[in-house]
Structures are given as structure tokens and as C-alpha cells.
Nanobody, 121 residues
Framework: QVQLVESGGGLVEAGGSLRLSCAAS????????WGWFRQAPGKEREFVAA????????LYIDSVKGRFTISRDNLRNTVSLRMNNLKPDDTGVYYC??????????????WGQGTQVTVAS
């Protein structure tokens, strides 16, 4: 059973920063790549960033490159997303999930409640 709890969202002005955190209650956290996804109002959930098992390799969508940084702590079973220079288009509910490349890992369905990020222009 996987339990994910996302936190750290909020309301910020454009140009501001937030740090999201995901606490994962799951066996063998370190055996999975992890990622962040977001869902804007009226849109489908999309991939944002991912980090591999070692923490040394990362993937980002083009629109967040240079602004967002994903990291993981295998001792604390957490994955974080540092978001700088936020833009209104970054608004949405952010979720973490185990990943395979830029996709959710096959068979995963235990989404957390997500954390709301709202960027005011």
C-alpha cells in the first residue's frame, strides 16, 4: 500500500518561490524513480519533473527548466520540488508519484491529495 502526502503549496506572486515536499509511506522507496505532476484547472495532469534512483539524473518539462529543481532523500522517503521564478502558468495542483521516464509507473493508482499552487500575476 502506497500513501503519499504532498505539502508546501500556497499562493505566491509571479516571480516568487515555493518548495513542495512529498512524504511517501512505501516499502523500498529507494527502489523507485519519483516525479512530480501537475493539473491545471480544466486540463489533464501533466509531467513536470522526475529523478532517478540515485538522485543524480533528472528530467524536466521544457517550461520549468532552469526554474525548478527536483531532489530526493532516500533516508526520509521524501521527494521535493524547489520552484523559483514562478509564473501564472505554473498554477495547479501538484502531485508526486513513482515514475518511469516521464510517465507514471505502470500500475500506480494511489494518488495523494496533492498540494495547490497558485501564482498571481
Amino acid at each position: 500500500q502506497v500513501q503519499l502526502v504532498e505539502s508546501g503549496g500556497g499562493l505566491v506572486e509571479a516571480g516568487g518561490s515555493l518548495r513542495l515536499s512529498c512524504a511517501a509511506s512505501v516499502r523500498a522507496f529507494g527502489a523507485f524513480a519519483w516525479g512530480w505532476f501537475r493539473q491545471a484547472p480544466g486540463k489533464e495532469r501533466e509531467f513536470v519533473a522526475a529523478i532517478d534512483l540515485s538522485g543524480r539524473n533528472t528530467l524536466y518539462i521544457d517550461s520549468v527548466k532552469g526554474r525548478f529543481t527536483i531532489s530526493r532523500d532516500n533516508l526520509r522517503n521524501t521527494v521535493s520540488l524547489r520552484m523559483n521564478n514562478l509564473k501564472p502558468d505554473d498554477t495547479g495542483v501538484y502531485y508526486c508519484a513513482p515514475t518511469s521516464g516521464r510517465a507514471v509507473r505502470d500500475g500506480f493508482a494511489s494518488w495523494g491529495q496533492g498540494t495547490q499552487v497558485t501564482v498571481a500575476s
